[in-house]
């Protein structure tokens, strides 16, 4: 009789472990999945320019303006860009262009900004003589 309860003592033993074991792996596997869930960051990339930022890549951490202004986020020095010509925005996960009112204007993939409007991969926003691709990374 005592060799049958240590029997179903061990049975049950070994039950309760499995059990932990298949909690603890499950909860695991969802922490694990959610790293590789990194959300990538929005890039600047100019690829047509003057020769000191044709080439330049930037990564968007939050508002940068553009313009001729040395107080702006990224100085172009020419006459085709305004003091304060244009700015990205990040709202969320999405990215934005909007155009300061600046005197030559700022092109989303070749049509005219006129209000805040989304940037998706891929996409050439053109301010003065300068291509800038829209990136992620």
């Known amino acids: 009789m005592v060799d049958l309860l240590l029997l179903a003592g061990r049975l049950l033993l070994v039950a309760l472990l499995y059990l932990f074991l298949f909690f603890v792996v499950k909860t695991g596997v969802g922490l694990v999945r959610g790293q590789n869930k990194k959300e990538k ?40 860009v305004s003091a304060r010509h244009a700015r990205f925005s990040l709202s969320g996960k999405s990215l934005s262009v909007e155009d300061l009112n600046s005197t030559n204007g700022t092109l ?23 291509d800038i691709k829209i990136g992620r990374q």
């Open 41 to 80: 960051s929005w890039t600047l990339n100019v690829e047509k320019g003057p020769r000191t930022l044709k080439g330049v890549r930037l990564t968007i951490a939050g508002p940068i303006v553009i313009g001729r202004a040395p107080g702006a986020d990224i100085v172009i020095p020419t006459d085709y």
């Open 108 to 130: 989303l993939n070749g049509h005219p900004v006129t209000k805040p409007v989304a940037c998706s991969e891929g996409d050439i926003v053109t301010i003065g003589n300068v």
